[in-house]
């Protein structure tokens, strides 16, 4: 394949952009931010399900309290009663030192019904600083993702941008080769993910191999528009001064 030497020296500049164009894609696969958001989710996962845990343990204890209140109000109430029926004066000996009986068993159970209920609300109490812990906690972490989002967002926006210049680049580019010189360009690119470069001081820039004597004569002896290649990596090679022959 033959390929004017100002053509074929082009291919370098086609060379860099499609190597800029891979290292955007690199980029954009291994932002930094992409780690931090992942973390960030599942931190913040972990602060709302420790938030409904919470919410969950304080509805459980206002149940609780709930119920121990009406029994308070159940004994209370029996109480009264029973103490209306002693105050009224209209029962035997034997209820009154009944009623006597149950009242007393009344205050105890009173007392330990209140004394279950104070401990409660303490609990309650405690729950209540763990909410807003845990709300403080899921506020922290929601700010964290969205400010590794943004970050995110605009380092992307920059790529974007970049990617774009050199898209316009490799455009401008293609139209000025031969069909087939791009042709091969394209499918070494494929292959190995360089398809031109410069040889420079006997050193293909693709591999970084240094050529051996003999293909250095055969590439010597090639005509200027002869298209040659790089035996280990199959790479064009853009012959200028650098060179070395």
């Not at 845990?134 to 992307?156: F, V, Y």
């Amino acid at each position: 394949m033959k390929a004017e030497p100002a053509v074929q020296r082009r291919l370098l500049d086609l060379a860099d952009a499609d190597a800029e164009l891979a290292r955007i894609e690199h980029r954009r696969r291994t932002l930094p931010e992409l780690a931090e958001i992942e973390a960030a989710e599942k931190s913040l996962q972990v602060k709302r399900d420790t938030v409904v845990a919470a919410n969950t343990a304080h509805r459980d204890l206002n149940r609780e309290v709930t119920k121990q209140e009406d029994e308070i109000e159940a004994v209370r109430s029996r109480e009264d009663r029973d103490r209306k029926l002693l105050d009224a004066g209209n029962v035997g000996a034997r209820q009154v030192a009944d009623l006597e009986h149950e009242l007393n068993t009344l205050r105890r159970r009173q007392t330990a019904l209140e004394d279950d209920l104070l401990e409660l609300m303490e609990r309650r109490e405690a729950v209540e600083l763990d909410i807003k812990h845990a709300q403080a906690e899921l506020g922290k972490a929601e700010e964290t993702l969205a400010d590794a989002q943004q970050r995110r967002d605009s380092a992307l926006a920059d790529l974007e941008t970049a990617q774009a210049r050199r898209d316009a680049d490799r455009t401008r580019l293609v139209v000025t080769f031969p069909a087939d010189l791009l042709g091969l360009y394209d499918r070494v690119r494929q292959q190995k993910s360089i398809g031109a470069a410069l040889l420079r001081a006997r050193r293909c820039g693709a591999c970084r191999i240094e050529l051996d004597r003999n293909t250095i004569g055969a590439i010597r002896d090639s005509a200027a528009d002869e298209v040659v290649r790089c035996e280990e990596c199959g790479a064009i090679l853009v012959r200028t001064p650098e060179s070395g022959l």
